[in-house]
């Protein structure tokens, strides 16, 4: 099978960014494909026997989008063209047009050519009428130079940039809705990932930790390096209840568990050379995150915290997960967090966090 894949942002760049850029990009396609790949610029031919080819290629960030094609040369175009027609069963449909795309030096042009084939479909499948408005079956022709390229359909891609290009990230990755969608943004947007997991047990249970463990399978089909962590955090949380339960500010819980998730996300991305960290936090949505707790959150790392989902609403989220493919496993029943009061602070204050944090071991 013949891939042509269109990239775009790529072109923005000055030429190394735009070299740097495209090479990734073919990297990440040989990481989920086994193929071989050809590239011009502006477009990359990938040639592979992957029945699941489609599949792959449509969850390659820097991807907008890609035709299976047939390829022949300038002089056998006609029969190509015919069998490709009886290939994507045209004798089924009632109308069609022909596009055409060139590029080199040819005594036609483009549209010159796309009226030519016309005419010559219709000689050969009479019942036809072209309709360039609303065709049922379109025949995209590309020709570069003495190379011609047949297809039927460009397939939408996943779009961004390509993975990598702009360095590391760590994730706080509960495998709830949220998180695995923000994450996917990020990766979307060029970053590496590196999703951790809190293990809250014995506030949460082993139904939790697959939940994660299972979102984060679905994320590795964008990026087979995408490996879930799990940092263990129920002590954690069981001092900081007896702490705050001998303080009568049961309230401070969640923020103070977010605190130390953010701190030790922080040293490891330090370790990874990661840039920042990622959360699934969205202004107002439950009530922890108000404004007043993400300033007292942001207190906690120097590194910066991207929040790619601070602006959605929930709806907007949930549709985002359907899309990514995360939303039936990220809404499968897991046991919630059994640490969370009856009511969360919506107010936190930095001096009071910090006050409680003095009795707390340093972590
Ligand atoms: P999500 O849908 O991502 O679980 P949420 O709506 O349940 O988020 P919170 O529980 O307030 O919201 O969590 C806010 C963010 O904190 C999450 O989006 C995630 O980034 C991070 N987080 C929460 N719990 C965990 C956990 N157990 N492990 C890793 N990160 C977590
Ligand atoms: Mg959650």
Known sequence: MLFLVRYSEV???????????????????????????????????????????????RKVFGIVSFSECVHCKLHELERAVLDFCRKIGIDKAKSFAVRVKRVGEHDFTSQQKAAELGALILRNFPHLKVDLENPEKTIYVEIRGEDCYIFGEIVKGAGGIPLGVEGKLVSLFSGGIDSPVATWMMMKRGCEVIPVY???????????????????????????????????????????????KEM??????????????????EAIAREEGAKGLVTGESLGQVASQTLDNLMVLDDACDLPTYRPLIGLDKLEIEEMARRIGTFDVSTKPATECKAVPKKPTTKAKLEKVLEIEEKLEPV
Not at 48 to 55: K, L
Not at 209 to 220: D, F, Q, S, T, Y
Not at 225 to 242: A, N, P, Q
């Open 11 to 57: 072109f923005l760049k000055s030429e190394p960014v735009r070299r740097r850029w495209e090479n990734t990009l073919i990297r990440n396609i040989k990481k989920v494909l086994e193929c071989r790949v050809r590239r011009e610029r502006g477009r990359i031919w990938v040639i592979t026997e992957d029945e699941n080819a489609r599949e792959k290629l």
């Open 198 to 244: 809190f293990d809250c047990s014995p506030f949460t249970d082993e139904s939790t930790l697959r939940r994660a463990k299972e979102v984060a399978e679905v994320l590795k089909e964008y990026w087979p390096d995408f490996e879930l962590r799990v940092v263990e955090h129920g002590e954690f949380l069981r001092k900081v209840k007896d702490v705050l």
């Open 248 to 265: 009568r500010l049961e309230s401070y819980t969640c923020v103070l568990c977010k605190r130390r998730m953010l701190r030790v996300a």
